[in-house]
C-alpha cells in the first residue's frame, strides 16, 4: 500500500530518549533517531530556533527531520533542548545563556556523537541554532553546517570569517521573504566564506510553515549529507 508522507507522518527508526552532559555541570534532555535496521551513513546534529520565542527540539523542522530521514536517508538525526529550554521530551538544566552559554551545549551534543560513534556529524542550524552553530561549531568532528533561515545577529563577521578558516561546507537556506536576512543580503554577508553556498528559497517564511517548505529544506539537507539517497520520495 502506497501513502502520501504528511506533516504528520513518523517512518520508523529506532528512536531513544539520550542525555547530555555539558563541561559546566547540566544535563539536557534529547533524542537520537537512527535508521531501524542499518548504521547511519552521517548524522544531523539539530540546533533548534530561539528558546524565548517558542523554538525547542520539537520546532517542526527539526521533529520532521527525524521522523522522516533516518527511514528515507538513512541518517541519524539528534536532537535536543539547550539550557532551560523546554519541550514534551522535558526540561534541560540551566537557564538561556542568549547564545553565549550554549556553547557548551554545542560541545556536549559533539561529545555525544563521538563517544557514540556517530558518523559525519553536519550541523543544522535554525534562526537562533544558525548562530550557535557558526559560533560554537568549528569543531574538527565537524563534517559541515546547514544553516536555516540565519538572522547573522549574534554571529558577526568575525564567526564568518573564522568558518572561512574552518574550511567545511557551509549552506545557507534563505527564505525570499524571511523577516530578518533575505537572500541578497544573505550573499553579500555571506561572501567573506569562499566555500558558502546560499540558497534562496522563492516563496518560504522565516519558520518554513507548510509541508512544500519543509521537503524544499529535508531535500536540501540531503542533497548534502547523503546526496545517494535524494531526491527524497513524496509516498511510502
Known amino acids: 500500500m502506497v501513502a502520501e508522507i504528511r506533516a504528520s507522518t513518523v517512518l520508523p527508526a529506532r528512536r531513544e530518549n539520550i542525555e547530555l552532559h555539558t563541561a559546566d555541570g547540566l544535563t539536557l534532555v534529547g533524542e537520537l533517531a537512527l535508521p531501524e535496521n542499518r548504521p547511519p551513513v552521517a548524522t544531523l546534529v539539530c540546533l533548534h530556533p530561539l528558546p524565548t520565542h517558542g523554538g525547542m527540539m520539537d520546532s517542526h523542522v527539526m521533529r520532521k527531520a527525524s521522523y522522516r530521514l533516518p527511514a528515507l536517508a538513512d541518517l ?16 534541560s538544566q540551566g537557564a538561556f545563556g542568549d547564545g553565549e552559554d550554549e556553547r557548551f551545549d554545542v560541545a556536549a551534543a559533539l561529545e555525544y556523537a563521538e563517544f557514540h560513534d556517530l558518523p559525519q556529524p553536519w550541523l543544522v542550524g535554525w534562526s537562533f541554532g544558525t548562530e550557535l552553530a557558526l559560533k560554537w561549531g568549528r569543531d574538527p568532528l565537524v563534517a559541515g553546517a546547514i544553516l536555516l533561515s540565519p538572522p547573522l545577529r ?32 544573505a550573499r553579500t554577508r555571506f561572501a567573506r566564506v569562499p566555500q558558502a553556498e546560499v540558497v534562496g528559497v522563492d516563496g518560504a517564511k522565516h519558520l518554513w510553515v507548510g509541508e512544500p517548505s519543509v521537503r524544499i529544506v529535508l531535500d536540501e539537507i540531503v542533497k548534502r549529507v547523503n546526496p545517494a539517497a535524494g531526491p527524497l520520495p513524496t509516498q511510502v
Not at 573564522?162 to 537556506?173: I, S
Request: proline fraction near 6%; avoid cysteine; charged fraction near 35%.
Open 154 to 185: 549574534r554571529a558577526s563577521d568575525a564567526d564568518l570569517d573564522a568558518w572561512a578558516e574552518f574550511g567545511r561546507p557551509l549552506v545557507a537556506l534563505v527564505p525570499e521573504l524571511d523577516d530578518y536576512l533575505r537572500p541578497e543580503e
Open 76 to 91: 541519524a538525526v539528534l536532537r535536543f533542548n539547550t539550557r532551560g529550554t523546554t519541550s514534551e521530551r522535558g526540561t
